[in-house]
């Protein structure tokens, strides 16, 4: 399968192993294509999470990580991407159901836009608040102040 | 004067017939105070068989096992804050409660509780019942619009259209036990509750027998329909906490809502005496006719004495078992004072049947009688109020559209088929 | 019930919670009605607020409905987000353990099962095999009380008060069990990294075979009050139903999956801490409505039990921790393990930068993903059937939001 994609996409997908675990590391413009290839053709029918995670110092600063898993191969593949910080990435609802709430999540927690998302909005943290909490320069006692001010009428939420 | 009041003693006919207003209005007020002496007790066992179902203790701290209970709980209602929405309409919020209580209290006057121990006896006793108890819903119905809120009137148009149907499959089945007190030489049949009663005596066989399963299959329909009526499990999805909608009394507080509560339960117990009246005898004793000996009559009537006793013992084993800290010593003592209380009502009441089998005192003996009719008919209806309790903690709740299929597509045709056959029967076996 | 008309007004005003005060806008179903807010017409837009009587935790869910009939739900959720993800990048992988407990506070063992078999295949140690059956033994424990659980608040959800009582008073003997091995009943804590940290105290055999006997009438007992009983049948069979496509589909797993009829267990799919050494079924239904989620866990139940039996006689002699090092530092990578949780497939994706602080912490969530699947079951079911999916889904708010 590897080979296949390698073939087809040259340098743009970097297929791996740690641990035992296989990973393709593919260029952003792949997406959402090889996903779509993922689950058609080689039936992984089954999204298991979607995430991201925030590397600060690096020009593309995130990683935005699909777990997918297949049903009758009984195996699991990961599929990464860079994108950098401002950019958006297409949203994968469409291949899998699942993604909703799980590219919400991302959102909610990175600021990572997904292009084509029914319904992009906070889903954990309340609407109005401001700034991402997983992102690496947001304090790990940092609050939307002016949220907390005027929703819960405190002076901080410390 | 005192010879109006003295003239009744003596009398088999109940105070209405006699055209005796003292003593009807004694009857009302002895029922009135009975039935809220027995809601209360009905309070306590629900408690605490629920809690013996669950595997809990139930109220243990108010009085020696929660006997206070009720009086601890009528005391906060009617100590607590009595809100009334602004936007609800005044006199309609306040009279509703009073309209389901009048509904349930009314149905008691022709309740019989011995042949001559009714109010009256109606010679339409049983559409009485029928027509003044359809009243309660007028008073959910109006209790739910008065609230002014859209829950509330959700909640009491959803009773409301429950009772109703309901009602129809009990009207089917109370019709076909009517039918079988038609089935005497004679051919008349009869509506009054105590000749209903009487019917059951003289054919020697009570109703749920009758024809069987025809008389058991009405009874069946007629106990299912009575669930449904006073708005209890499995039917209670107009009260319950984890539907949406909080029920038709979700704005009432303190005393307003424990009269719903006392109509409901007052409810519950008058239903039951009908279903007790129509199908299981009334006040007869078992084997009225079969076992008719003097010896038999008098055994039956130390039942009342019996159970008094046996509750008072019951209520000793509980003292001796009450452990023996310091901190216990009120409720051994409470618990024993009412051991002793049942004790001495159990003595007494053996004491009359005693005193009224040996045939000297007259007064005696019509005291036994009486007592012995009474109690009869109130341990069926106990039975009858313990199902309830049961029902309540076995089973889960019917979705609303699942009751009104109950009602209206399955126990409407088995009690058309029911009185059908019944009918029938009946016909062809006189 | 009425839009307040302030812009700024967010959901967890204190008049948004309960019933009847709701704030909708932004809500997808105010959207895509605009106006037609509330009491116009047929349609009819409700919450059923943050606190609920059945113990699901804050859930608020908001209901169109057309009369009785569900046209539309949406799930409002995080009020009991926490920020663990946060939190793990800001301790050691030691110091996270107990953390990890919290989120599925009903089934705390299993958490910690998780997260310590991805730190260690993280770290590449494997806990000995004396480490690896108590936990199994303890996570089927946790299996089942976590079902026992959702089994008494469903039952009182859909009406029948008293299963909650008896399948608590039985679950109190696992939580004694739990106690006795590491002093927590609820949020245990019970495993380390690279094995386990208490020995099984003295008696551990003898309570856990006086549990198996103890309880599989237990299980009975609960059957006869529900399985056949004709009102349980009637709130519960088909309804809720999710088809075994939908259910892959949307991400769903764990017994909810099975019921719809796809029979997948990761402890036999990705055997972990050696459960391909015990001999198990795995129990699947055939409609996937409510009743055959009821009948699932039932029969996981029992199968618990079969799993413990055979793990108890068959506890191996040996250390009971690996070989870690006493400061936990895992080389530059990263891993996603998951297992087979009550509620689901929980899996952690933990990516390390050789520090001695997870660099990433992912929890992926059954509850939450399953959560999503709640639109889909309720669509043209009754309002008194929303509440019984919700139970039946079996979610922990502690999970869903983190």
């Known amino acids: 399968m590897v080979e296949k994609y390698k073939s087809r996409y040259g340098s743009g997908l970097d297929a791996q192993t740690y641990l035992g675990q296989n990973y393709l590391q593919v260029d952003r413009s792949l997406i959402p294509d090889i996903l779509r290839r993922l689950r058609e053709e080689e039936q992984f029918d089954y999204c298991v999470d979607i995430t991201a995670v925030h590397y600060p110092k690096r020009e593309k600063q995130f990683d935005v990580v699909w777990i997918l898993y297949s049903f009758p191969r009984n195996e699991r593949v990961r599929v990464k991407t860079q994108i950098a910080d401002g950019a958006s990435i297409e949203s994968s609802v469409s291949i899998w159901p699942t993604s909703n709430w799980l590219e919400r999540e991302v959102y909610d927690m990175f600021g990572i836009c997904f292009d084509g998302h029914p319904d992009l909005k906070r889903i954990l943290l309340p609407d109005g608040w401001k700034g991402f909490p997983l992102r690496k320069d947001y304090g790990i006692l940092q609050q939307d102040q002016e949220w907390v001010q005027i929703n819960l009428g405190i002076e901080s939420g410390q | 004067m005192p010879n109006f009041i003295m003239s009744y003693l003596g009398s088999t006919l109940t105070p209405g017939q006699a055209g005796n207003q003292f003593w009807a209005l004694m009857y009302v007020l002895i029922i009135f105070a009975g039935v809220s002496v027995a809601v209360m007790c009905m309070n306590w066992i629900e408690r605490k068989a629920l809690a013996h179902f669950q595997i809990r203790l139930g109220p243990m701290r108010v009085g020696p096992h929660g006997l206070l209970q009720p009086f601890a709980d009528a005391l906060k209602l009617m100590l607590k804050e009595d809100i009334i929405p602004a936007e609800a309409d005044q006199f309609v919020f306040w009279v509703a409660p009073l309209i389901g209580l009048l509904a349930a209290f009314t149905v008691y006057t022709v309740i019989p509780f011995g042949p001559s121990q009714a109010v009256s006896d109606m010679n339409i006793g049983i559409l009485f019942m029928l027509g003044v108890s359809s009243l309660g819903v007028l008073g959910i119905v109006v209790a739910g619009w008065a609230s002014n809120s859209h829950y509330p009137l959700i909640g009491a148009l959803r009773s409301s259209a429950q009772m109703v149907s309901y009602e129809v499959a009990m009207g089917l089945a109370i019709v076909s036990a009517i039918m079988m007190t038609s089935m005497n030489a004679s051919g008349t049949g009869t509506l009054s509750m105590i000749e209903i009663v009487r019917a059951q005596q003289h054919q020697g066989i009570w109703f749920i027998f009758k024809f069987f399963p025809l008389g058991f299959i009405a009874f069946g329909i007629f106990a299912v329909a009575m669930v449904a009526e006073t708005n209890r499990a499995p039917f209670d999805l107009a009260e319950a906490e984890s539907e949406l909608t909080a029920g038709f009394h979700t704005e009432y507080s303190g005393l307003r809502w424990s009269l719903f509560m006392l109509a409901e339960y007052a409810a519950m117990i008058a239903v039951s005496s009908i279903a007790v009246t129509l199908w299981l005898g009334g006040w007869l004793r078992p084997f009225p006719n079969l076992l008719h000996a003097p010896a038999w009559d008098f055994l039956f009537s130390l039942f009342p004495g019996l159970t008094f006793l046996a509750l008072g013992a019951i209520a000793v084993v509980g003292t001796a078992r009450m452990p023996s800290h310091s901190f216990f010593k009120i409720q051994r003592i409470g618990l024993g004072i009412f051991a002793a209380l049942l004790g001495s009502i159990g003595l007494l009441l053996l004491l009359i049947a005693v005193a009224g089998n040996s045939a000297n005192l007259a007064v005696a003996a019509r005291f036994s009688e009486g007592i012995t009719y009474v109690y009869w008919f109130m341990l069926k209806v106990a039975i009858f109020m313990y199902l309830f309790i049961w029902y309540r903690a076995t089973w889960p709740r019917y979705r609303f559209d699942q009751l009104m299929r109950v009602g209206w597509k399955v126990l409407l045709p088995i009690s058309l088929g029911v009185l059908i056959l019944t009918a029938i029967v009946g016909v062809v076996v006189s | ?402």
Not at chain 3, 40 to 58: F, K
Not at chain 3, 233 to 260: C, F, H, Q, W
Not at chain 3, 267 to 288: C, H, L, M, V, W
Not at chain 3, 309 to 327: L, N, S, T, W
């Open chain 3, 1 to 402: 019930m009425s839009i307040p008309e302030k812009e700024g007004t967010s959901d967890l005003s204190p008049g948004t919670l309960g019933l009847g005060r709701a704030s909708f806008e932004g809500s997808n179903l105010e959207r895509e009605t605009p106006g037609k807010a509330y009491l116009d017409s047929n349609e009819l837009i409700i919450n059923m607020g943050p606190q609920h009587p059945a113990t699901h935790g804050v859930l608020r869910v908001i209901l169109k409905l057309d009369g009785e009939k569900v046209l539309g739900t949406e799930c409002v959720i995080g009020y009991l987000h926490r920020g663990v993800e946060k939190i793990a990048e800001n301790r050691t992988y030691t110091m996270f353990n107990p953390y990890v407990d919290r989120m599925d506070y009903c089934a705390a063992v299993s958490n910690g099962l998780g997260y310590c078999e991805a730190v260690e295949k993280l770290m590449n140690v494997e806990a000995p095999p004396r480490a690896q059956y108590i936990r199994v033994i303890l996570t089927e424990l946790n299996r089942i009380a976590s079902h026992q659980l959702w089994l008494g608040t469903h039952a009182l959800d859909i009406g029948a008060m008293t299963p909650l009582f008896y399948t608590f008073r039985d679950r109190e003997e696992i939580l004694k069990i739990f106690e006795r091995y590491c002093g927590a009943r609820l949020t245990t804590h019970a495993f380390r990294i690279g094995g386990c940290q208490y020995e099984t105290y003295a008696g551990f055999e003898k309570d856990v075979k006086n549990f198996l006997t103890f309880v599989a009438p237990k299980i009975d007992e609960y059957e006869t009050l529900l399985t056949t009983n004709r009102i349980w049948l009637e709130r519960t069979k088909n309804v809720g139903v999710i088809s075994a496509a939908d259910a892959i589909a949307l991400g769903v797993t764990g017994p909810v999956l099975r019921a719809s009829g796809v029979q997948w267990d990761l402890r036999k799919a990705q055997p972990y801490a050696n459960y391909s050494r015990f001999d198990f079924e795995i129990p699947i239904g055939t409609n996937g409505d409510t009743y055959d989620r009821y009948l699932v866990r039932m029969m996981e139940m029992r199968q618990s039990l079969r799993i413990i039996e055979q793990a108890v006689d068959a506890i191996p002699e040996g250390p009971i921790m690996g070989k870690v090092p006493k400061v936990i530092k895992p080389p530059v990578g990263e891993i996603y393990h998951s297992i087979e949780a009550p509620k689901g497939e929980l899996g952690y994706f933990i990516v390390s930068d050789g520090s001695t602080q997870p660099y990433r912490l992912r929890v992926r969530p059954p509850s939450f993903v399953n959560l999503q699947a709640l639109d889909v079951m309720v669509r043209g079911l009754l309002v008194a059937d929303v509440v019984a999916v919700i139970g039946t889904i079996d979610i922990v708010l502690g999970e869903v939001d983190r």
